[in-house]
């Protein structure tokens, strides 16, 4: 286990009456990007904010509550202490409650994944049985956890060695299709366009290797702040306009061509970003 990693939550992992200690670490590596902040242009130093109430000015953090708006300017105000005495098994376990088929799961529903290891030895024995079993049946575990102040909805299932947990969407988080969908034509394309764009699909089909994939935002941004530490000036590459096609005939023009390999487009991940003129 990576020395810097820190551990994200602990408490049991429960199926039935089998419950074993666990703890949960962050599967999402935060890289170093570049991230900007506010200056104030004139003197070169970074803007602060304050904490003020209007009337009052400046105030302490410790003057800080938590309140729960009910009418316009009018709060119901919950101390530290009383949105501790919220008793929820999820606070300390994630109990197993459901299972479902890893493929029955819409992809808008995960958020953001986790992984489960053993609290201690003697929890490795339960822990594999666990991963076994949902790895032999190919489900999913739901349960639901608290972090963070709120109660997640998680899927726990098997990953190589070991468990991983996705904390999900819930159902009234997610925008229905049909109220963006509305204005998408009902007539079928015509079979031989959809038979070329299957071709197309089927020519550029791969086995899915991430890490083929460059951030080339990023690296376009740090090659930028290193041409501004050199002195350098940025001028912005005008963007050239592209044509494109209205009709049926230049769309299945655009498929056959593309089918036939005309202007093929570089190796996915390989493609470099259109990199800013610059001059001394």
């Known amino acids: 286990m990576p020395k810097r990693a820190r551990t994200y939550w602990k408490g049991h992992l429960r199926l039935s009456l089998v419950s074993i200690p666990i703890e949960i670490y962050n599967a999402v590596e935060s890289k170093a990007e570049i991230s900007f902040r506010q200056i104030h242009k004139p003197s070169g130093r970074r803007i602060n ?28 105000i919950l101390e530290p202490q009383e949105i501790d005495a919220v008793k ?23 958020e953001r994944p986790y992984f489960i290891t053993p609290a201690d030895k003697m929890a490795g024995e339960g822990y594999v049985v666990i991963r076994d079993a949902l790895r032999k049946t190919n489900r999913l575990g739901l349960a639901q956890v608290t972090i963070g102040g709120r109660e997640w909805l998680v899927a726990v299932g098997p990953l190589e060695d070991g468990l991983t947990m996705s904390m999900l969407r819930y159902a009234e988080e997610l925008r229905m299709p049909e109220d963006f969908f509305d204005e ?9 366009m959809v038979d070329l764009a299957v071709q ?33 000036k940025i001028i912005a590459t005008p963007e050239t306009p592209r044509a494109l096609g209205r009709n049926v005939v230049d769309l299945m023009a655009q498929l056959r061509a593309s089918v036939e390999g005309k202007g093929k487009s570089k190796a996915a991940g390989k493609s470099k970003p259109t990199r800013s003129k610059k001059s001394a």
Request: aromatic share 10%; proline share 6%; charged share 35%.
């Open 88 to 110: 929820l098994d999820s606070k300390k376990t994630i109990d197993l409650v459901q299972f479902v088929d890893a493929s029955e799961i819409d992809s808008r529903y995960f």
């Open 49 to 76: 904010y304050e904490k003020t109430v209007p009337g009052i000015g400046k105030i302490d953090n410790a003057d800080i509550v938590k309140g729960y708006e009910v009418e316009p300017d009018e709060y119901v």
């Open 184 to 192: 998408v034509p009902l007539e079928k394309p015509s079979k031989e």
């Open 200 to 232: 197309l699909i089927t020519q550029k089909t791969a086995p899915f290797k991430p890490e083929k994939f460059e951030d080339h935002y990023q690296t376009a941004l740090q090659e930028l702040v290193k041409a501004k530490l050199k002195g350098r």
